[in-house]
């Protein structure tokens, strides 16, 4: 039995009169892979955000790593962000002028200290070790994709967040991106991914669906796990 | 990385980055230029003003007391003290004697007027006679014109001014002039002695109610030989600073090294205290008028150049400003970013003011140098004289310049604090 890494206790996020969260709860243990869906507006983000220490729930509490995160102040929620939450988005957000390689050294510069060798070998582990001193325009979206993960997991976070991380991909960087995703979950890494296609989401060993700010299903697919991944890997 | 990403955000933002240079370059010079003007200004402004008149008059000691006590200034009746006229050329062996460019010596006194021809009765007239144009040969072989002529510059005379060695011209005050009837080429009696009326002039104060002459012709008149009762001396100065103000209340106060530099300069007030060295029982004191009028006229070129300089800097922090701000907006995604990563606020508004105190830097540098050009140029068309560069500027600019480009920020560092990850990171 793994330990919780992250718990949600009747956490609601009220915007004026709409609920984008309705008294959500929710274990994630570590070493889990979790997809969330749900249709657009059902508070997928909103979720992410909160979960990921860049929001405060309006009512409810947070627990990340045995720690209550739903009262903290904004500074201890950056101290807490950098060092247990790894972050990937939509739009990559790379820094333009900065090569692969440099986007990498500057989480690492926030956290501790830039090592350009363990950033190289962040690199390598996403298979872009010959494409580190090129800038993002120089890179496709699959490859700019995959800058952010290794950006994203230099500092050894706790969890790795993506918010739709491969809306913006081809099928092919898509299989790519997941195939790096299963790798991190048999090294243990914990995975909390939004996403909007079924095939990713189906991957995952477990998938709940939001709508309307409610967990409306909560689905085990461990059953199915080992055959979702044998199916990629044909 | 810090400074990496602080010089490649310089460099990928240049057109905004130049336009806060310039207008550091602008601000700067601009300060730079006037606090130059400012400080080298005093010296300049002083020498200018040495063509209005006489900056100190040297009295006997008692009657320089009078003059204290009751205000009494053309002493007439208390003024029974006297300097000796043998004395007067003492001036030019001063320390300073070099800075003391013209001088006369004044014998003051009352003599009975009588207009003969005409049948009026005998009035009291104040008379004056002085050096006009007065050739000396000093000790040291110099040679040396002075006397009142050069210092009545400002004198309308109609007629001709006297001639020094002619003993039976006067000059009449155009009030007095007025008041007796008088005109050019009358002759009039003093104490019994004849006189040609030569001239008349308006000075604008006291002096167009008196009758003037030689130095020679007075003595005679007053029965007074070989004395006098003033000098009037123009005297180039250097304005007074705080060891000149404490000098000129008690020299003694003075360490012995502060009595060094203060003798060495040519201070009002050292000149003075030089004067009475040699002047036997004289007593020199500036002439307040004059000394007012130099420091009024100062403190509004001090206060026009003060005002310049805050407005500039007023100028330079809004459009820095509207730079910084722009710039900052422009990169909320980035900024937003390096949050989500883990950048502590302080941090992200470092790596801002960095930017701008860097780009500020190079501009403040730049327009340092530009100003002190200004500065000369300045110097060169008003002035018409070179500029002493004060090294305290350059301190003086850049304190203001950190300051300004801080408060600059301010906006801009509140839209940092302020800017959510979530708002920037999640935009489709
Ligand atoms: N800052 C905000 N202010 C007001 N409403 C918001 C804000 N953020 C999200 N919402 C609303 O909350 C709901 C959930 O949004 P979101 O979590 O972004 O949905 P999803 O990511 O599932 O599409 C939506 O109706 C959205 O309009
Ligand atoms: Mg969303």
């Known amino acids: ?234 | 990385m810090f400074w990496h990403m602080v010089f490649k955000t310089v460099i990928r933002q240049k057109s905004k980055m130049l336009m806060i240079a310039f207008t550091v370059i602008l601000g700067v010079s601009l300060s730079t230029a006037m606090m130059n003007v400012m400080l080298g200004v005093g010296d300049k402004v002083n020498r200018e003003l040495k063509v209005y008149g006489a900056n100190i008059t040297v009295r006997h000691k008692d009657a320089a007391l009078m003059n204290d006590l009751y205000g009494l200034n053309e002493g007439v009746g208390v003024n029974d003290k006297f300097l000796f006229e043998e004395d007067v050329l003492k001036l030019k062996t001063i320390f300073w004697g070099f800075n003391i460019l013209d001088f006369a010596p004044m014998l003051e006194g009352k003599a009975v007027m009588n207009l003969p021809g005409k049948n009026s009765p005998a009035v009291d007239v104040k008379i004056n006679g002085t050096w006009i144009a007065k050739h000396n040969t000093l000790s040291t072989g110099e040679e040396l014109d002075t006397g009142l002529k050069a210092l009545r510059t400002w004198w309308d005379v109609k007629g001709e001014w006297l001639n020094e060695s002619r003993d039976d011209e006067v000059m009449f005050g155009n009030l007095l002039a007025e008041k007796s009837g008088v005109k050019i080429g009358d002759v009039i009696a003093l104490n019994g002695r004849n006189f040609i009326v030569k001239g008349i002039f308006t000075d604008g104060g006291d002096a167009d109610e008196e009758i003037l002459m030689t130095l020679a012709a007075a003595q005679s008149v007053l029965k007074l030989s070989g004395k006098i009762s003033s000098i009037e001396v123009s005297a180039l100065t250097t304005p007074d600073n705080d060891l000149a103000k404490k000098a000129a209340q008690n020299p003694k106060s003075l360490s012995p090294d502060e009595y060094e530099t203060w003798y060495c300069t040519a201070y009002v007030s050292a000149i003075c205290h030089q004067i009475q060295e040699v002047i036997r029982d004289g007593v020199a004191k500036p002439v307040r008028q004059v000394a007012e009028s130099e420091g009024t006229i100062l403190n509004k070129t001090t206060l026009l150049m003060i005002l310049i300089t805050i407005l500039s800097s007023i100028g330079s922090a809004l459009a820095i400003s509207n730079l910084i701000t722009a710039s900052v907006i422009e990169r909320s995604q980035e900024l937003g970013l390096l949050k989500a990563l883990g950048a502590y606020n302080w941090q992200i508004a470092l790596l801002v003011l960095v930017e701008v105190m860097i780009t500020g830097l190079f501009g403040g540098i730049f327009g340092y140098f530009l100003g002190i050009g200004f500065a000369q140029v300045i110097g060169q068309t008003v002035f018409g004289s070179y500029i002493e560069i004060a090294q305290m500027v350059i301190l003086i600019v850049g304190v203001i310049l950190f300051f300004v480009t801080l408060a600059g920020s301010i906006p801009a560092i509140r839209y940092l604090m302020a800017l959510k990850p979530t708002e920037v990171l999640h935009g489709k």
Not at chain 1, 56 to 84: C, F, H, Q, W, Y
Not at chain 1, 124 to 138: I, M, T
Not at chain 1, 150 to 173: Q, Y
């Open chain 1, 1 to 234: 039995m793994s330990k919780q890494i992250l718990e949600l206790k009747n956490v609601s996020k009220i915007y004026g009169s709409l609920k984008a969260l309705a008294d959500i709860n929710l274990k994630v243990n570590a070493g889990d892979w979790l997809s969330i869906m749900g249709p657009s507006g059902s508070g997928k983000t909103t979720m992410i955000n909160i979960i990921g220490c860049m929001d405060t729930p309006s009512t409810g509490s947070v627990i990340l790593d045995g720690v209550d995160i739903s009262r903290e102040n904004a500074s201890s929620l950056t101290r807490i962000r950098r060092d247990k939450i790894g972050l990937i988005f939509q739009q990559f957000h790379l820094i333009s002028y900065l090569t692969a390689v440099e986007n990498v050294m500057v989480a690492q510069y926030y956290h501790s200290m830039p090592d350009e060798a363990e950033a190289m070998e962040a690199l390598e582990k996403v298979g872009l070790k010959d494409r580190a001193r090129h800038l993002p325009a120089q890179l496709s979206g699959g490859e700019q994709q995959r800058v952010c993960i290794a950006r994203a997991l230099i500092n050894s976070p706790e969890i790795l967040l993506g918010d739709e991380p491969t809306g913006n991909l081809d099928e092919e960087n898509e299989g790519i991106v997941v195939d790096i995703f299963r790798r991190l979950h048999d090294e243990g890494v914990t995975i909390i991914i939004v996403t909007h296609d079924p095939e990713v989401g189906d991957v995952a060993q477990r998938k709940i669906i939001l709508e309307h700010g409610r967990v409306i299903q909560d689905i085990d697919q461990t059953s199915t796990f080992g055959q979702a991944l044998k199916i990629h890997h044909e």
